[in-house]
């Protein structure tokens, strides 16, 4: 198992100074989430999406690639700048997920963003597999920088 923690990627800082990403909402770039196996190796040096021990789903609901994050906008409250993600779920699969990734789908080489652990293997057998994330406060937001 090689994905270790959760993690900003290093790569994601140096990008925010150079204005490679784009979290408005409306008109922000678009970010989406793929999942991956234990196999993977993942963490705050990985620099762009890969397909490399991507989980797969025999059932269809699962794509390469993962699925695009609905973003909840930018907000800046007692010195900190958060944005966050909707919940995000994927129908109908059979599918056994260590971790995952999420990236900018609209900036060229697809640049990462953060790395999620999700502490162990979690499955779905012919159901729903849901990302939860957490509330969008200075406190628990996805991505916060103070």
Same mark, same amino acid.
């Given at each position: 198992?090689?994905?270790?923690?959760?993690?900003?990627?290093?790569?994601?800082?140096?990008?925010?100074?150079?204005?490679?990403?784009?979290? +408005?909402?409306?008109?922000?770039?678009?970010?989406?989430?793929?999942?991956?196996?234990?196999?993977?190796?993942?963490?705050?040096?990985?620099?762009?999406?890969?397909?490399?021990?991507?989980?797969? +789903?025999?059932?269809?609901?699962?794509?390469?690639?993962?699925?695009?994050?609905?973003?909840?906008?930018? +907000?800046? @409250?007692?010195?900190? @700048?958060?944005?966050?993600?909707?919940?995000?779920?994927?129908?109908?699969?059979?599918?056994?997920?260590?971790? @995952?990734?999420?990236?900018?789908?609209? @900036?060229?080489?697809?640049?990462?963003?953060?790395?999620?652990?999700?502490?162990?293997?979690?499955?779905?057998?012919?159901?729903?597999?849901?990302?939860?994330?957490?509330?969008?406060?200075?406190?628990?937001?996805?991505?916060?920088?103070?």
């Amino acid at each position: 198992m090689a994905i270790t923690t959760n993690a900003i990627c290093n790569s994601f800082k140096k990008q925010l100074l150079e204005a490679t990403h784009n979290f +408005s909402n409306p008109g922000g770039n678009t970010f989406k989430l793929s999942m991956y196996t234990n196999s993977a190796t993942l963490g705050k040096s990985t620099t762009s999406f890969t397909t490399g021990n991507e989980v797969s +789903s025999p059932s269809g609901g699962y794509s390469s690639g993962g699925k695009a994050l609905v973003n909840t906008g930018t +907000s800046l @409250a007692t010195n900190t @700048a958060i944005t966050d993600f909707a919940d995000l779920s994927f129908v109908g699969v059979t599918i056994t997920a260590r971790g @995952a990734l999420i990236y900018n789908d609209t @900036a060229s080489g697809d640049p990462a963003v953060a790395v999620l652990d999700f502490g162990g293997d979690k499955t779905a057998s012919a159901g729903t597999f849901t990302i939860q994330f957490p509330a969008f406060t200075t406190s628990a937001a996805i991505l916060r920088i103070a």
